[in-house]
């Protein structure tokens, strides 16, 4: 059965501060990995990743994908009160639609 | 980044009723849409998968007969719940699928059956 874990499920830290979310996956067939924020609604789309070692980045987030370990990170650095969301990991298998991950509760303090 | 519209955002009906949910990829084609359910402080759980031109992919323990799928263009997915209970309370989302890689998702409905 397919599989995606993400951790820690939760967490809260301090403006400025950095961190790192980790996923990790057990699929047959996989074809790509995506990042998701989601806050109130609905999910918004982060990061596309399929290829290993390529870092992706947008402003103070970053992921980057190991196919051989089978995980993402991703990271954000100098967090804001505005990062707090359940950041959401899914793993897209061909044939089939995306396996999402549990999701990390990120809370950010001022 | 591509836009999905999904409409209403919120909806309260009475028990017995019908209610349906609109999902529309505004600025490109999408010949799958998924249809998404989630409960609170829950990740989402998959219902369907929607193909345009063809009947859904339910996935188990998902009543297909209650949970009604229409998806007759390339930018349009139906939901219908039908004799909606209770139960059926929850938050529906649909992603469509762009390039046969990226999803993007709807803005989500919160659906209230009184």
């Known amino acids: 059965e397919d599989k995606v874990v993400q951790s820690p499920l939760s967490l809260v830290v301090h403006e400025g501060d950095t961190v790192t979310l980790n996923c990790s996956y057990e699929?047959?067939?996989?074809?790509?990995l995506l990042w998701y924020k989601q806050e109130k609604k609905a999910p918004t789309f982060l990061f596309m990743l399929t290829s290993s070692g390529i870092e992706k980045k947008s402003g103070r987030l970053s992921s980057i994908l190991d196919k051989k370990e089978l995980f993402s990170i991703l990271n954000i650095t100098a967090t804001q009160t505005g990062d707090s969301a359940v950041y959401l990991c899914a793993v897209r298998v061909y044939g089939q639609n995306f396996v999402f991950g549990p999701g990390t509760r990120l809370s950010v303090l001022p | 980044g591509a836009v999905v519209s999904q409409h209403p955002s919120r909806v309260i009906c009475k028990s017995g009723t019908s209610v349906k949910i609109e999902c529309r990829s505004l600025d490109f084609q999408a010949t799958t849409m998924f249809w998404y359910r989630q409960f609170p402080k829950q990740s989402l759980m998959l219902m369907a998968t929607s193909n345009e031109g063809s009947k859904a992919t339910y996935e188990q323990g998902v009543e297909k007969d209650k949970f009604l799928i229409n998806h007759a263009s390339l930018t349009l997915s139906t939901l219908t719940v039908t004799s909606a209970h209770p139960e059926d309370s929850s938050f529906y989302i649909c992603?469509?699928?762009?390039?046969?890689?990226?999803?993007?998702f709807g803005q989500g409905t919160r659906l209230t059956v009184v």
């Open positions: 992603s469509a699928l762009l390039g046969n890689t990226e999803a993007f």
């Open positions: 699929v047959t067939n996989f074809r790509s």
